[in-house]
Antibody, heavy 119, light 113 residues
Framework: EVQLVESGGVVVQPGGSLRLSCAAS????????MHWVRQAPGKGLEWVSL????????YYADSVKGRFTISRDNSKNSLYLQMNSLRTEDTALYYC????????????WGQGTLVTVSS | QSALTQPASVSGSPGQSITISCTGT?????????VSWYQQHPGKAPKLMIY???NRPSGVSNRFSGSKSGNTASLTISGLQAEDEADYYC?????????????FGGGTKLTVL
């Protein structure tokens, strides 16, 4: 059974930093591109970032480019999101999602970890 | 403002069929067969219902179908059931930015009357 378990979400002040983690199991982690997708309270989904199977390619939404860094450790079946210079508009539930492998679709999602940016 | 445009809400009675549209541009929906649809119940993570315009993942009911014409993709749910009441989001690969990325629609709330 595929499982994605996010952690690391907390309340942080504007300008602060945070690292989210996602522990993956139930599939061959290093075969797949992985993504972070976020959802602000009461709002829709927003794609944040992706990383290729080997970490060689990383892409970011314009809203987080230069502030967030995605990475992975295939030896630990883990995905990460380093978040710097946080803004109030970064407040959201952050989901880790597995790419289906055939295109930009997400076939498995975690339950999310809540990041609140507030003073 | 979302990159893909969806109606804010749709409704239907049990047993009926409904269609949710997702309108983009030639840089996303119209340019690639990488349109996906997600169902999200309150307090739950999204669930993939359709990928690559019209493919259903294993385990998804065949009451759900997807199609595309030009820059508009559509999700059709036939034989509406109470458990279909949820928010639905479309997404697409897009080359409108460099490097390319993924964009979502704003979401559609489906109410089963």
């Amino acid at each position: 059974e595929v499982q994605l378990v996010e952690s690391g979400g907390v309340v942080v002040q504007p300008g602060g930093s945070l690292r989210l983690s996602c522990a993956a199991s139930g599939f061959t982690f290093d075969d797949y591109t992985m993504h972070w997708v976020r959802q602000a309270p009461g709002k829709g989904l927003e794609w944040v970032s992706l990383i290729s199977w080997d970490g060689g390619s990383t892409y970011y939404a314009d809203s987080v480019k230069g502030r967030f860094t995605i990475s992975r450790d295939n030896s630990k079946n883990s995905l990460y999101l380093q978040m710097n210079s946080l803004r109030t508009e970064d407040t959201a539930l952050y989901y880790c999602a597995k790419d289906i492998g055939l295109g930009a679709a997400f076939d498995y999602w975690g339950q999310g970890t809540l990041v609140t940016v507030s003073s | 403002q979302s990159a893909l445009t969806q109606p804010a809400s749709v409704s239907g009675s049990p047993g009926q069929s409904i269609t949710i549209s997702c309108t983009g541009t030639s840089s996303d929906v119209g340019g690639y067969n990488y349109v996906s649809w997600y169902q999200q119940h309150p307090g739950k993570a999204p669930k993939l219902m359709i990928y690559d315009v019209s493919n259903r993942p294993s385990g998804v009911s065949n009451r759900f179908s997807g199609s595309k014409s030009g820059n508009t993709a559509s999700l059709t749910i036939s034989g509406l059931q109470a458990e279909d009441e949820a928010d639905y989001y479309c997404s697409s690969y897009t080359s409108s930015s460099t490097p390319p990325e993924v964009v979502f629609g704003g979401g559609t709330k489906l109410t089963v009357l």
